[in-house]
């Protein structure tokens, strides 16, 4: 073996023994997690207690965007209504929020999903949450703007649909769910605020009937 060879040889070992100890101290330690061991995250709206599943949904707050967990309705008469700020029935905003200051402190809320899908939402965020205020003084939950039906309509209104067979047929359809979270009616957009069947139905959830 020639000095260079030999010379070559010395510079190799402590490189291949370093290689071998690596190799050695793999099979011995856990491997850090991959991506596909690590914990799923945690959905945007996980079940909270004793959160239905008509309830159990995140949607952007219409004013700023923020994370609104729609389980914090639970055990509350929810009034869920599609709304648009150029249709004819736009002024039920008015009767809208009638009936969320009467009733709210007995457990009413109505939340309001803003929605072009008849092509009479076209604002932006901030343009519908200024009309609803300064136009109507709605002070009810408003969520960001999303589809009520279609391909791309919004899981909550999935939902909602299945378990009443319709979808909104024309905006400020709606939906009535009781304290339990059931979804127990629905009502077209001829259905004024005011209607003595609907509020006498509102009514009789409130006090825990059907």
Known sequence: MNRRHTALSATLRPAMLAAALAAASAVLLPNPARAADKPAAIPAAAPAGNCPASLNFQFPRLQDEAPQNL?????KVV??????SYC???PQYEGLEALYAKYRDRGLVVLGFPSNDF????GSSKEIADFCYNTYG????MLGKSHVRGGDVNPMYALLARETGTAPKWNFYKYLID???KVVASYGSVT?????QFVGMIER???GGR
């Open 71 to 75: 389980c914090q309705y639970a055990g």
């Open 79 to 84: 009034l869920v209504v599609n709304t648009a």
């Open 88 to 90: 004819g029935f736009t």
């Open 119 to 122: 092509s009479q939402e076209p």
């Open 138 to 141: 709605v002070k009810f939950p």
């Open 179 to 181: 304290r339990s979270g």
């Open 192 to 196: 004024k605020p005011d209607d003595r």
């Open 205 to 207: 959830l409130l006090e």
